[in-house]
């Protein structure tokens, strides 16, 4: 029995064969109730199944899949709750009534911006649909799944390019991703949780811990280091200058073929423009002193704070040359729709997300599972 039937049999109450490796077989008066089986640490309920068949539905072979994707997705699922459940019902009451009247649309963008979608990409969205619609009429579930497409579509091309879903460390190169974003965004959690990811991934890996403006930060990376056995370079002096810590950081690298270097930065100075000059400085010295290097510049935000943590993101836009986001936090928001915001306003790929403060609370991005969180019923 696949891994999906499984998960559709005990819907019925009715599990005949359990995960490999996780689960004992169960006792056989077990089998015959129609009461849901226990499993230790494992939940089949409606959020399991529903995470098996998303990633079923992406050709996931069953025996490929890990008890923990299938945890992370229902915890995404669960994450997005409060902007699905004000999302779904509404949209499938407006779209399903044929071509949009003015009305229609007016409902549909309030729901949008009420999900922190964003101004320009709540147009796209609406226009895209009136053509759609304008064309046939089509049936609720068909138009929530053509809705599903475009948010898909617009996911995946930010900026209007397509660009490569895979993102992960080039393998026997330097790599160095900088770290960037205002404090509090979750920057040295995702360090930690990258760190992790990455040392399950068998990349030699290396942490430079550059936010040396607050007290704190250093030991906070450290620790987080230490959860994945990651090693962070600190300069011990006190008001150390940033670019230093990045420079002996590289040099540690380079010596150990670190495959992947994480440079955490600060995010608050005392005015925007020490911010800028900062990150400018250190990203000036990667360049600079390991021209060799792959270099990712991600900055991590906020999705709690929607729309405003967008206006803070033109800042490190200018100064960290960005390539990518990581969005956090997106357990428990209603503004699970800022990604879309994030994509068409800044015109730049969501790499990773975070739904969840653990170590394992943070994957790659993939914007089938994102859709299908924020929008199946
Ligand atoms: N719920 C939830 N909390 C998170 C997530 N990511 C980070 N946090 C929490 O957000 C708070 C701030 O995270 P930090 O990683 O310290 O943020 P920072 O950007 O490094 O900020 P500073 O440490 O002040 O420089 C912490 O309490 C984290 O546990 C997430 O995905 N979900």
């Known amino acids: 029995m696949s891994f999906l039937e499984r998960a559709r049999a005990e819907r019925q109450g009715r599990i005949?064969?359990?995960e490999e490796n996780a689960i004992a077989e169960p006792e056989p008066d077990v089998q015959a109730t129609s009461a849901p089986v226990e499993v230790p640490g494992i939940a089949f309920d409606e959020g399991f199944i529903w995470s098996a068949e998303v990633l079923a539905a992406q050709g996931r072979r069953p025996e490929d899949v890990?008890?923990?994707?299938?945890t992370w997705l229902k915890r995404l699922r669960q994450g997005l709750d409060k902007t699905r459940r004000s999302l779904i019902n509404q949209l499938?009451?407006?779209?399903?009534q044929g071509p949009l009247n003015q009305e229609a649309v007016?409902?549909?963008?309030?729901?949008?911006l009420q999900a922190d979608v964003g101004v320009e990409a709540t147009d796209e969205i609406i226009s895209r649909l009136q053509n759609k619609l304008r064309e046939e009429t089509l049936p609720p579930d068909q138009a929530i799944a053509y809705l599903k497409s475009i948010l898909r579509d617009m996911l995946d091309r930010p900026g209007g390019q397509a660009y490569d879903p895979l993102f992960m460390p080039e393998k026997d190169r330097l790599n160095i991703w900088l770290i960037t974003g205002v404090n509090g965004a979750g920057k040295t959690t995702t360090i930690g949780?990258?760190?992790?990811?990455?040392?399950?991934?068998?990349?030699?890996?290396?942490?430079?811990?550059?936010?040396?403006f607050r007290a704190a930060a250093v030991e906070q990376v450290k620790v987080w280091g230490q959860r994945s056995g990651t090693e962070a370079i600190a300069n011990p002096g006190k008001n150390t200058d940033p670019a230093a810590v990045v420079f002996d950081a590289i040099a540690a690298a380079q010596s150990r073929n670190t495959e992947l270097l994480l440079v955490d930065t600060a995010g608050r100075l005392q005015n925007k423009k020490n911010l800028m000059?900062?990150?400018?400085?250190i990203r000036r010295i990667i360049d600079k002193k390991a021209p060799e290097a792959h270099v990712e510049s991600?900055?991590?935000?906020?999705?709690?704070?929607?729309?405003?943590?967008?206006?803070?993101?033109?800042?490190?836009?200018?100064?960290?040359?960005?390539?990518?986001?990581?969005?956090?936090?997106?357990?428990?928001?209603?503004?699970?729709g800022?990604?879309?915001?994030?994509?068409?306003?800044?015109?730049?790929?969501i790499r990773f997300i975070g739904a969840g403060e653990g170590i394992e609370d943070l994957r790659p991005f993939s914007s089938y599972e994102f859709v299908e969180a924020l929008i199946s019923g």
């Open 16 to 18: 005949e064969a359990l």
């Open 66 to 70: 890990s008890i923990e994707e299938i």
């Open 92 to 96: 499938r009451s407006i779209v399903g």
């Open 106 to 112: 007016l409902e549909i963008e309030a729901l949008l």
């Open 193 to 212: 949780k990258l760190a992790h990811i990455s040392q399950k991934s068998g990349y030699r890996t290396l942490i430079a811990a550059a936010d040396t």
């Open 277 to 281: 000059e900062e990150l400018s400085k």
């Open 298 to 336: 991600l900055l991590v935000l906020d999705a709690t704070l929607g729309q405003n943590g967008l206006r803070q993101a033109e800042v490190f836009s200018q100064a960290a040359k960005l390539s990518g986001v990581v969005l956090t936090k997106l357990d428990g928001t209603a503004k699970g």
């Open 338 to 349: 800022v990604a879309l915001a994030v994509v068409q306003q800044l015109g730049l790929p």
